[in-house]
């Protein structure tokens, strides 16, 4: 019996494995089919191959054969191999510098597979897509495409717990409820972890139309990494497009027919490099989106050199015409949250947004091409509920009631305050300070400056109008200020590096570099001098170049400093104008002091000179020269700042340690910031941008150096000793004790990257 049960058993598994492998067989051959055929449809003819050293294969394809062009709304479409124009910016490298010594610099970041060749002309690179990259997709038809929460949406739209459903988790600033044309973003690349290969993370520009429903469009370009999509964990460009949300239309690069290609030298989905490290050198990618007015199409550009391609109007439904939202930030898919835990998948650097620059992933020059073509500074950009209430905050803190405000030429509102409702006494040392309206004393001896020369300065402000007595002009800060600042805290601050005296001077990490003039340590009250007044080129908006004089006492972080000055600051101010600053600080710059009044302090008395005012007057190549006579003294206590002939105000004494008592320490000179971008020395300019050596009407000079000694007397300084930090870029010459006109002086400057100075 057992006999005859085990041989129908055999004949009924028999019968099963001959009636399903036939099934099995033809399912396996209808997915490879189905593969061959995908593949086919995206890996086109090649005229030349080109193997990458990140293991990617690199096809040049014929630029009419491209998978783009097999799209139905392009089947008759002819390539555009240009747009009709380029927005320019005001921080666009593109823009020569005046100064003919500089040479603007190739982008030091490139694609892995430049390594091993190059496309003919009238080719485009295309990254071939493999099998494998298909077995990795949930499926032949989705490969290559997001799903619909890949996409932040804003608070005005819907609940904040819905932006997290599916995973999709967002960290963005945007602006909304507009008419857009475009947008541009230079983007910090980092090379973040990414957890589990079914995640990404990614940094990027959205441009965005309709609403978020199924008729959402979206213009979208960026770095991510994405084991899934690529199989490994590189740092890759990207770009994306979608006509009805992410549901049937669109893809990833050139995953899909839509986006037309022109560029030989990037290939969509390449990897880049060099990448940013922790604490070390920073680099970025610029992108820029715009809509060409001509054709209608929505163009992209990669760096200030590379016009890649082109998303053709005829895609879009609401993109057709304009955008309505832009958006600037990070996303990561959290996969693990069904299972009750977060990924550790990291977004940017991996590094909170308070660590600041070196630490945190960043976005700067963030702008948006408005209706006239141009790109400008976004409005009302939005922030989270917490970052809102600390900028009105700030806001609210900074900007007093005013009498009356004067609209400056420059784009600056100036707003006359109170004296007694100023910002300095916010200080909690000052809440009972008495107003001292003038000096009990001015220094004696020495030589005078001619009233002339002082009557020749005026900002800018002065055109529109002037402040009533009794009241002080205050430069408004706005909230586009505070956004431009690594973080709400550090608004209107130095760093520790801001120091012209120091160990770190010989730390290129630093990131400063000076040419200055130091005075012998001894017992200063005050210094009296001439700045040559120029207005040096600042190559990007987070640098900024000055001519400036330190008075300074104490030791490591307790070092005491007043500051007053010219510099050109676009992160501090929004621009490129030539502007009076002052600071101070009392503990190294830790958490004390504040350019301007960025924050409780320095007293203002003067109604006519505001810190942060910018001047019409700047010294010309072989033209007019200006200078600006400067004093700074001990009196009663305060220190006192005068311009020319004007009070401008002082910094009390009971903000300071050991600057109570006297300065140990003078120098005169300038400073830059070279922030190294895309890995070489910046082109900023310090003072005229021309060497020391150049002398009169070039370079750019101190003259009339003067201090005050204990006896409040003004004397010519001796043993005075030149520092130059990093002599190829920026050097200093000493001139001695001239003529009355010069008495003692030095020239310094220089332009930055040159032949020697890289």
């Known amino acids: 019996m057992s006999t005859r049960v085990s041989f129908l058993l055999a004949l009924v598994m028999t019968v099963v494995v001959i009636l399903t492998s036939p099934v099995i067989s033809g399912e396996n051959e209808f997915s490879e089919l189905k593969i061959r055929t995908h593949l086919k449809r995206l890996n086109k003819p090649a005229l030349k191959s080109?193997?990458?050293?990140?293991?990617?294969?690199?096809?040049?394809?014929?630029i009419t054969d491209q998978p783009a062009l097999?799209?139905?709304?392009?089947?008759?479409?002819?390539?555009?191999m240009r747009p009709s124009f380029n927005p320019e910016s005001v921080f666009s490298e593109s823009k020569v510098s005046s100064n003919t010594t500089k040479k603007q610099q190739p982008s030091a970041i490139s694609q892995l597979w430049h390594v091993n060749g190059k496309c003919p002309e009238n080719t485009v690179p295309i990254r071939r897509t493999?099998?494998?990259?298909?077995?990795?997709?949930?499926?032949?038809e989705k490969f290559g495409m997001k799903n619909q929460k890949s996409v932040p949406k804003p608070r005005s739209y819907e609940p904040a717990s819905v932006l997290t459903q599916n995973g999709h988790q967002h960290a963005i600033m945007y602006v909304e409820d507009g008419v857009f044309y475009g947008a541009k973003a230079k983007i910090n690349v980092w090379k973040p972890n990414v957890e589990m290969p079914n995640e990404f993370s990614l940094a990027q520009i959205w441009v965005l139309g309709g609403n978020f429903n199924s008729d959402l469009n979206s213009i979208e370009a960026g770095w991510q990494v994405s084991p899934q999509l690529y199989?490994?964990?590189?740092?890759?460009?990207f770009t994306y497009w979608t006509s009805d949300a992410y549901q049937g239309t669109g893809c990833y690069n050139l995953l899909c027919s839509g986006f037309v290609q022109i560029n030989r030298e990037i290939a969509m989905g390449g990897s880049i490099s060099p990448l940013s490290s922790f604490g070390d050198s920073q680099y970025d990618i610029t992108i820029l989106i715009w809509k060409d007015p001509k054709e209608g199409h929505w163009w992209l550009q990669f760096?200030?050199?590379?016009?890649?391609?082109?998303?053709?109007a005829s895609l879009f439904s609401y993109l057709s015409e304009s955008a309505s939202m832009i958006e600037w930030g990070g996303e990561v898919v959290n996969s693990q949250s069904e299972e009750g835990q977060h990924t550790t998948t990291q977004m940017g650097s991996g590094r909170f947004a308070e660590e600041g620059w070196g630490r945190a992933s960043y976005f700067k020059n963030v702008q948006v091409v408005d209706g006239s073509n141009e790109l400008r500074s976004p409005e009302n950009l939005q922030l989270s509920d917490q970052q809102e209430i600390k900028v009105q905050r700030l806001l609210k803190r900074l900007n007093k009631p005013a009498h009356k405000s004067i609209k400056s030429e420059d784009g600056d509102i100036i707003d006359c305050v109170p004296i007694t409702n100023q910002p300095a006494f916010d200080h909690p040392l000052l809440k009972n300070h008495t107003i001292?309206?003038?000096?009990?004393?001015?220094?004696?001896?020495?030589?005078?400056?001619?009233?002339?020369?002082?009557?020749a300065i005026t900002q800018v402000w002065h055109k529109n109008g002037v402040c009533p007595d009794n009241t002080v002009p205050i430069r408004r800060t706005k909230k586009e200020d505070i956004l431009r600042a690594k973080s709400i805290e550090s608004f209107g601050k130095k760093t520790h590096r801001s120091f012209g005296k120091g160990t770190h001077q010989n730390n290129p990490g630093a990131g400063h570099e000076y040419a200055i003039m130091n005075s012998r340590d001894g017992n200063y009250y005050g210094t009296k001098f001439v700045i040559n007044m120029w207005r040096p080129e600042v190559e990007v908006p987070n640098e900024f170049s000055l001519a400036q004089t330190w008075l300074s006492s104490g030791d490591g972080y307790d070092i005491n400093t007043i500051e007053a000055g010219l510099q050109v600051c676009p992160v501090l101010y929004g621009d490129n104008n030539l502007r009076l600053f002052v600071y101070w600080t009392s503990d190294y710059y830790q958490s004390t002091g504040c350019y301007n009044n960025g924050c409780s302090g320095f007293v203002q008395t003067s109604k006519v000179i505001t810190p942060g005012g910018s001047f019409s007057q700047v010294s010309q190549y072989d033209g007019a020269q200006y200078g600006l006579p400067m004093l700074i003294?001990?009196?009663?206590?305060?220190?006192?700042?005068?311009?020319?002939?004007?009070?401008?105000?002082?910094?009390?004494?009971?903000l300071f340690t050991s600057l109570g008592d006297r300065a140990t320490t003078v120098q005169w000179g300038g400073e830059i910031v070279n922030r190294r971008t895309n890995g070489r020395h910046t082109n900023t300019d310090m003072g005229s941008g021309h060497f020391a050596d150049e002398w009169y009407k070039k370079a750019s000079y101190f003259r009339k150096l003067e201090t005050v000694d204990g006896a409040n007397t003004l004397r010519e300084p001796q043993g005075l000793y030149p520092y130059a930090s990093n002599g190829n870029c920026y050097n200093i010459k000493?001139?001695?004790t001239g003529s009355s006109y010069w008495g003692n002086h030095f020239f310094y400057g220089g332009p930055g990257r040159n032949a020697n100075c890289l």
């Open 50 to 62: 080109i193997k990458s050293p990140d293991g990617d294969v690199i096809d040049c394809v014929p």
């Open 70 to 80: 097999t799209h139905p709304l392009l089947i008759n479409h002819t390539v555009q």
């Open 130 to 140: 493999t099998k494998e990259d298909l077995y990795r997709a949930s499926s032949v």
């Open 231 to 237: 199989g490994d964990s590189r740092t890759r460009l």
């Open 303 to 312: 760096g200030e050199k590379y016009i890649i391609g082109y998303w053709p």
């Open 436 to 455: 001292q309206m003038r000096p009990s004393f001015v220094p004696e001896g020495g030589s005078t400056h001619t009233k002339n020369e002082a009557k």
């Open 633 to 654: 003294w001990k009196s009663n206590g305060n220190w006192w700042l005068m311009i020319g002939e004007e009070y401008v105000g002082y910094w009390p004494g009971k």
């Open 734 to 736: 000493a001139g001695g």
